[in-house]
């Protein structure tokens, strides 16, 4: 058996084209979906991560308002950019891009954001709505992990689903939505016991745990649908310094029935959700926000 392969970029396009035609019904009303993205210091990754979506937004007619501090800014004065942009009714999504430097305190700049425009959906507002299953903002990755399950139209209901990592921003809301779509979950994590046990169980299998290649074929159901999240550079070998999953693709995809790749899997769908989240703030300021689980492509 040799997998299928689930191309984030194909999706990405398709649910793109939707949300540009969104983008048009909101212009026809005077409203341009606008997303506010604040950088602060020179981590060459989270440069590139703000590029794409700034050149995403400009593609999807979302406007992108981009907001760049030295890596010795002081907090308060990026609190108070998004103490104005909160007050800003032109802007309808706000980004902090992460890490912070050292200095800052990351959950207090995350709080500041408004719930309302915390596109990234990382507010403790929007982590308890989705807790009891009405999101406001559905976190951007765990999003579109969930969107492409959808168009390949993965089994939920019932499916054994495990998922390797426990962060704030991919594994805990991941695991909400897919207990939403009635998915009988496991999460592990770094004092896991007998890793292969949990994952050979798994009809979903989704690594965000950001080890190269930790999650090798022999770990895998046969037929299961394999999602990798992380996102790696190869320390040694022929392919060192060449991007990388969780999951070590060759050996996985003798063995899964879907896979997706990295690069090229979940890291364009992530982007794309932004979008959707962006679009659906703007939808929701005019009092037609769309509801459900998978809102923003609808």
């Known amino acids: 058996m040799t997998a299928r392969i689930l191309d984030g970029n194909a999706l990405s396009a398709t649910v793109r084209e939707r949300l540009a035609q969104r983008a048009k019904a909101l212009a026809k009303q005077d409203v341009t979906p606008a997303l506010a993205v604040i950088l602060v210091g020179d981590d060459p990754a989270s440069a590139v991560y703000v590029r ?29 950019k998004i103490a104005e942009l909160n007050a800003d009714p032109s802007v309808h999504g706000i980004l902090v891009q992460l890490p912070l430097p050292a200095h800052f305190d990351a ?29 406001l903002f559905i976190p951007c990755t765990p999003y579109g992990v969930m969107e492409m399950l959808r168009s390949e139209n993965v089994v939920l209901k019932g499916a054994e689903a495990v998922i390797v990592g426990r962060s704030n921003i991919v594994g805990k809301p991941m695991a909400l939505l897919l207990l939403q779509n009635s998915a009988t979950v496991t999460i592990c994590h770094s004092q896991s016991r007998d890793l292969a046990f949990h994952t050979r169980r798994a009809d979903i299998l989704i690594a965000a745990v950001g080890r190269p290649k930790m999650i090798t074929g022999n770990m895998i159901k046969p037929g299961a649908t394999v999602i990798d999240v992380g996102i790696n550079r190869q320390l040694d070998g022929p392919n060192a310094g060449k991007l990388c999953g969780d999951v070590d693709f060759e050996s996985a995809k003798e063995v899964a029935g879907l896979i997706t790749p990295v690069p090229g899997g979940v ?4 982007i794309t959700m932004l979008l959707a989240n962006t679009l659906e703030a703007a939808e929701r300021n005019l009092g037609r926000g769309l509801e459900g689980n998978l809102k923003g492509t609808s």
Do not use: W
Not at 52 to 62: D, F, H, L, P, R
Not at 267 to 270: A, V
């Open 52 to 80: 794409n979506k700034v050149a995403a937004c400009e593609k999807t007619g979302v406007r992108s308002l981009k907001f760049s501090y030295p890596s010795d800014a002081s907090p308060s004065a990026v609190l108070d």
């Open 107 to 135: 959950d207090l700049v995350l709080e500041a954001i408004s719930p309302l425009k915390d596109v990234d959906g990382f507010h403790a507002s929007n982590v308890g709505a989705l807790a009891q299953g009405k999101p």
């Open 267 to 270: 890291g364009p769908m992530t």
